[in-house]
DNA sequence: TTATCAATTGCAACATTGTTGCGTTTAATT
DNA sequence: AATTAAACGCAACAATGTTGCAATTGATAA
């Protein structure tokens, strides 16, 4: 495994996601960063992050692409089967770190991993809209 | 609501989607039908037919976008809650029609849609691997 | 059958998203 | 302080998806 460094790119894009409570995507994480760093560099920091599992990526209905950060409070092999709620009002995704599907599967197919979410209205769309 | 027409362009991508047992991409569709038709309006009848619902549109954990038809055969009301494999050899989607998931959401949701893909090892790259 | 008219198409142009190569900079180590 | 591979910026490219508009065509009614 290749050695990674702490470098002021990297360390800005994790405090975007530290402030955050919902994912991002690849343009809103440049927009905050506001020019910090090259839109390739973004790419190339999420990558590794995601190598790290320090973050993860969600990739919604509608085919757009979010990250957001690992929460790895309760396990040491580090397993995301948790599920993300997209909303289709606000176009946030949150995570839903205590839904996890149950599911039978066909023998003779091998799971790694699941993806699995949910679309509809958060709670604070819900809200707004009676 | 707009009346829809059946053109040649719109029948041939029917056709497409007949012959294949897993879902498709705009991509793999688009060369399947040699230039009997332009690229916009591949994109455009696979818009009219998620809205006739007679496709789903599927996206996969890379980002990539697919399209699979639907079944209807036991449903008065169309919900595509049967979930999705992705093989991570072959890069085939194929639905999982009687996979469903059960899970427990927190009130103040409104889920109108689930997406439920699982990736890993299909039947066949499995099989191959031994 | 023919006229009508909106749905559909092709084309061109554009926007967004993601990737690659390469020379330069920089973080971490000795 | 010297070393060196990781990380960076820049430019160029590829893939995917969208929009506007004029031309074409399928379905309907006369």
Redesign the pocket.
């Known amino acids: 495994m290749?050695?990674?460094?702490?470098?002021?790119?990297?360390t800005a894009v994790l405090e975007v996601f530290e402030k955050s409570k919902t994912a991002l995507?690849?343009?809103e994480i440049h927009k905050q960063l506001n020019d910090?760093?090259?839109?390739?560099?973004i790419?190339?920091?999420l990558?590794?992050l995601i190598n790290e599992d320090v973050i993860h990526k969600i990739s919604n209905l509608d085919?757009?692409?979010k990250y957001a950060k690992c929460n790895h409070a309760h396990q040491r092999v580090h397993i995301h089967n948790h599920a993300h709620f997209s909303c289709e009002n606000c176009h946030e995704i949150t995570c839903l770190e205590n839904v996890k599907p149950s599911y039978i599967m066909p023998h003779n197919y091998k799971v790694n991993e699941i993806n699995f979410t949910l679309s509809g209205l958060c709670p604070n769309c819900l809200n707004s809209n009676i």
């Open positions: 290749k050695a990674t460094r702490n470098t002021a790119a990297k995507s690849h343009t910090l760093c090259d839109r390739v560099t790419y190339r920091i990558d590794r085919g757009t692409v």
